[in-house]
């Protein structure tokens, strides 16, 4: 079972950065490695996905170009770099880890483990 272990998250002002990390308790080449966030009052949505090999990535629409999903391979850790902060990014944030099979997936059900999650809060 793969453990999954968030930090990085804070408060921060609208339009600020933070890059959020998702440690791994073990090598994870045989994962897609995802990003979520659930806002207050809001069902859990997706924001990014990385597979390992390439590596290839793949974001949600509205946030392509601000959020950048990265990994460090001989830290089993992947990264979210979040720009030009907005008071709706404000959420908790969740990294989840899929077997890798067939294309890279968004609906969170097929994610096999979880992180705890980090809140991340954006003033206005």
């Known amino acids: 079972q793969v453990h999954l272990v968030e930090s990085g998250g804070g408060l921060v002002q609208a339009g600020g950065s933070l890059m959020l990390s998702c440690a791994a308790s073990?090598?994870?080449?045989?994962?897609?490695m995802g990003w979520f966030r659930q806002a207050p009052g809001k069902e859990r949505e997706f924001v990014a996905v990385?597979?390992?090999?390439?590596?290839?990535?793949y974001y949600a629409d509205s946030l392509r170009g601000r959020f950048t999903i990265s990994r460090n391979n001989a830290e089993n850790t992947v990264y979210l770099q979040m720009t030009s902060l907005k008071p709706e990014d404000t959420a908790v944030y969740y990294c989840?880890?899929?077997?890798?099979?067939?294309?890279?997936?968004?609906?969170?059900?097929?994610?096999?483990?979880w992180g705890q999650g980090t809140q991340v809060t954006v003033s206005s």
């Open positions: 990385i597979r390992w090999s390439g590596p290839t990535t």
């Open positions: 989840a880890a899929r077997f890798i099979e067939g294309t890279l997936q968004t609906r969170e059900y097929v994610y096999n483990y």
């Open positions: 073990e090598r994870i080449f045989s994962y897609d």
